[in-house]
């Protein structure tokens, strides 16, 4: 397994080229699933969550060509992926798959809506909460799928196609709207879907799915308007920048003192954190193609930050931005609201010196503490790349271990900060 070794103490400078977002890449990978005809998706990262997904994929029988890397209009390199779907050939996805990655399970809505069947894994444990699919197979029921749960399988049919409705989540889920918008996509009249996710990769999944011609009307509003189409045709779609990436390295940055330009990041798309970082005394200038964060000398204040859906702070950055209040010159409260069990990161930056004390789902991080190098191990995705950053702004080294975590989601980690000036390295073994 490999992990991460850190010398910290380097400042970051230089040019980080934001990739392509994860989150928007999966579902619009899915996506291919409702037409015959070819998507074509550019920007896409280059991490295992995507290749997870295309083992998936091409088991239905999706054909998948890699057309080599494009430079994009700011020089950064994005691969373009061809989907083709002429023809589904399985509509199981089995456990061995789904269990790799929770997104997975985001298949059900496209197989049903084209083939009228589908027979998904559940997904199963998950390091950050429970996350139940109960509104995944409340709101297909409500599209007239039946569906019953036998031996750890989603086993779902609607004879004659699926049928337009009005549906209203009971709690807002990203995964949930993604995949009730493409599932409305192709059935029968109009769906309205309410208390829907804002995020901004839902958006971007809309914006794909009208380019392939679905009729989608308030994506990015709470309330989503879908027309269902017979049929759906191919498409190209640029996916859109990662504000999660964006958000780690600004935070890294922050840590660590430096200027580092965000090259093809949205400030639009995490304004909330960005905010955060100004109230925190962090330099962000936001630029036409990028953004440019800045620490020189002045330290960090403590600010308090709840999680939230977008356009709130985002929990997919909560463990990056504790990492940076331990250095802040004061206490600071972290509430988390999304997942009940997204803490991990507490107990292994305690082995870098942070000093954290949890009451429920609300954390106080004393700062500022002097953080050293230890060894700590890589809990879920976000969690470790918190670790990275605790490491870069300690003293001494700092081993992550098992980064498989971190491959799921950062593209080239360790090339993007050592080209800033991070001594950073991956240890194969
Ligand atoms: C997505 C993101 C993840 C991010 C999360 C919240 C992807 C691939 N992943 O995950 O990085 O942390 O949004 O922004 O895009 N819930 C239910 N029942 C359901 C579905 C969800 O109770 O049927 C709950 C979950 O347990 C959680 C909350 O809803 O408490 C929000 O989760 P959700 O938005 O669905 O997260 P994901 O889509 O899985």
Redesign the pocket.
């Given at each position: 397994m490999d992990s991460i070794l850190v010398r910290g103490g380097n400042k970051l400078n230089g040019v980080i080229p934001i990739s392509g977002a994860?989150?928007a890449t999966?579902p619009l990978m899915i996506a291919s699933l409702l037409t015959s005809e070819e998507l074509i998706l550019e920007n896409v990262p280059h991490l295992a969550d995507v290749e997870s997904l295309v083992r998936i994929l091409t088991n239905h029988g999706v054909d998948y060509q890699v057309k080599g890397k494009r430079k994009n209009h700011n020089g950064q390199q994005g691969r373009n992926i061809h989907f083709k779907a002429s023809e589904i050939v399985d509509t199981t996805a089995p456990y061995d798959l789904v269990s790799k990655m929770?997104?997975s399970f985001w298949v059900i809505g496209p197989l049903l809506a084209r083939m009228h069947k589908a027979k998904v894994s559940l997904p199963g444990g998950c390091a950050i909460?429970?996350?139940?699919?109960?509104?995944?197979i409340e709101s297909l029921e409500a599209f007239g799928a039946k569906i019953n749960i036998e031996n750890g399988y989603a086993i779902a049919s609607a004879e004659g196609g699926l049928v337009g409705a009005e549906f209203n989540f009971s709690?807002?889920?990203?995964?949930?709207t993604h995949v009730a918008l493409m599932a409305a996509t192709l059935a029968k009249g109009k769906t309205v879907l309410s208390n829907c996710?804002r995020?901004p990769?839902v958006v971007d999944l809309a914006n794909c799915l009208i380019a392939m011609g679905a009729k989608i009307e308030g994506a990015g509003t709470s309330v989503i308007t879908i027309n269902g189409v017979e049929a759906l045709h191919g498409a190209r779609h640029r996916v859109l920048p990662d504000r999660i990436e964006t958000g780690t390295y600004a935070m890294a940055v922050a840590m660590t003192g430096g200027d580092v330009f965000l090259q093809g990041a949205q400030a639009s798309l995490l304004q909330n954190a960005l905010d955060v970082l100004v109230k925190a005394g962090v330099g962000i200038e936001e630029k036409n193609d990028g953004i440019r964060v800045t620490r020189n000398g002045a330290g960090i204040k403590p600010v308090d930050i709840t999680t939230e859906?977008f356009p709130g702070f985002?929990?997919?950055l909560q463990a990056q931005f504790m990492a940076l209040m331990t250095i802040a010159e004061g206490d600071s409260k972290i509430k988390e609201t999304?997942?009940e069990n997204r803490f991990m990161h507490v107990q292994e930056l305690a082995r870098l010196g942070a000093n954290i004390t949890l009451d429920g789902q609300t954390a106080t991080v004393h700062g500022p503490t002097r953080l050293t190098g230890a060894t700590v191990m890589a809990t879920d995705l976000r969690a470790s790349v918190s670790l990275v950053m605790a490491g870069l702004a300690g003293e001494g080294e700092t081993t992550v271990t098992r980064v498989y975590h971190l491959d799921r989601g950062f593209e080239h980690l360790e090339q993007k900060l050592s080209a800033c000036g991070a001594d950073i390295q991956r240890l194969s073994s």
């Open positions: 994860k989150n999966l929770r997104a909460g429970t996350r139940p699919v109960d509104m995944f709690k807002v889920s990203v995964g949930a996710a995020e990769e859906p985002p929990t997919d999304i997942f």
